[in-house]
């Protein structure tokens, strides 16, 4: 077989084009089937497909353009069939997924595959006319069924796709939106100044396709994937940032209608404690009561959690002294706390910018931690808090000389619900919490820990 459009540059070089938008196509459409398995959206797989059929398209024109344009056996029109089936289904396949994202329907396969039948049928006719004939005004009839027709459809079908990108509310404002819209409609002027070019050669006017043909496609269709690839993450986090939202109210008002019932059952436990003689009933009545209090801890510090993700940030000026205080106030009635010295030099130069309440959630859950965890038949129990400035950054230091951590606890005691020791009553949410409000102020955590001898955390805030 013997590649004559390879005997002339720039046909070697228009082939060579056709090749590097195949290649742009597959990668398009393994992308979007990659979504599309992902997150489970019908469009996104649509998608994939009508890119498929675009690197379909664009290799059939490559490998037509290197055989040879002027050829008319049946490997030229195979490859020119293969051509025209490829364009026209890439862009009813995008219109399809276009409709299936703005109804939220996934369109019927049936309709589809008649769709592509009839396409498979008109491609035929539009190849096969005029095939073997001479004469010249039947030549351009075949030129422009094969050529004309193609640019138009390719053409209206994106004009289409633009007009519903553009008025579509379901499409949320963004990058990734203006990139595949713009795209969109450059895409139906280019091929549009394509159809006007094949119209008037068909019309004898001898008109050549400019330099930049093929080129600008490149140029076009990488727009046109890479905005959709955007505005498909942005329309994700968008959708995640509505469920969180959505999820963090739930959450926040459901544990605030539980502590009602929960004070309930306490009042009732602690009268009953009052009333009852039965030593069995009075065990039984304190270990529902231990049980309640835990569960009111538990939904606590889910309060706790949902207000430290609600609260929108106010950066000011903090005393840390003010600040450390406003905390000791909070946990000095724990159980241990009056048993252990807090060890603080109070300075007048110690203040820094941050959020006061995510701080005292911060700092009240370290030092919180530090006392329920503490060893008070130690001599001395302490906790050690230390404030100092590292250039433009602020470091805030905890540690105590209590339980400790165990070695192959360390990297888990700030995930969700982990509880490093079992010595106390804890919801494992603390440090959650804590690094969850850090990362909302810029700021960083880490932790140093001896088992049996004690911890230290530090904090680090990059000051603005």
Known sequence: MRFEGLDNEIIARTGATYFAEMLIGLILAATFYYFSKIYKRSYLSTWAISWAFFSLAAFSLGFGSWYGYNRIDIIRLTSTYITQVGNFLYVIFLLAGLFEYQRRK????????????????ISFILVWAYRESTNEREVLMRYFLRVGVRYFVIALGFFIAWIIAIRSRLFAQGIGRRIFTISFFLYALTYGYYFSVALANFMGKNFVFPFFFGMIEIVVISATGQGMVIWLLEDERDRLNKINKELDSFLYSTSHDLRSPIASILGITNIARLEL??????????????????????????????????????????????????????????????????????????????????????????????????????????????FSRMGRSVKISVEDNGQGIRPEALPKIFDMFYRASTNADGTGLGLYIVKEALSKINGTISVTSEYSKGSRFIIVLNQA
Do not use: C, W
Request: proline share 3%; glycine share 2%; no cysteine.
């Open 106 to 121: 996934k369109i019927k396969r049936t309709y589809l595959l008649l769709t592509t039948l009839a396409i498979l049928g």
């Open 277 to 386: 003689t039965d030593e069995t009933a009075k065990r039984y009545m304190d270990m529902i009561d231990n049980r309640i209090k835990r569960l009111d801890l538990v939904i606590s510090d889910i309060l706790k959690l949902s207000r430290s993700k609600k609260i929108d940030l106010k950066i000011e000026a903090i005393d840390f002294n003010a600040l450390l205080k406003d905390v000791i106030a909070d946990v000095k009635f724990n159980e241990n706390a009056p048993a252990i010295r807090l060890d603080y030099t109070a300075q007048p130069d110690h203040v820094f910018s941050s959020d006061y309440q995510q701080m005292k959630i911060i700092l009240g859950n370290l030092i919180a931690n530090a006392v329920k965890y503490h060893d008070v038949n130690k001599p001395d129990p302490m906790i050690r808090v230390e």
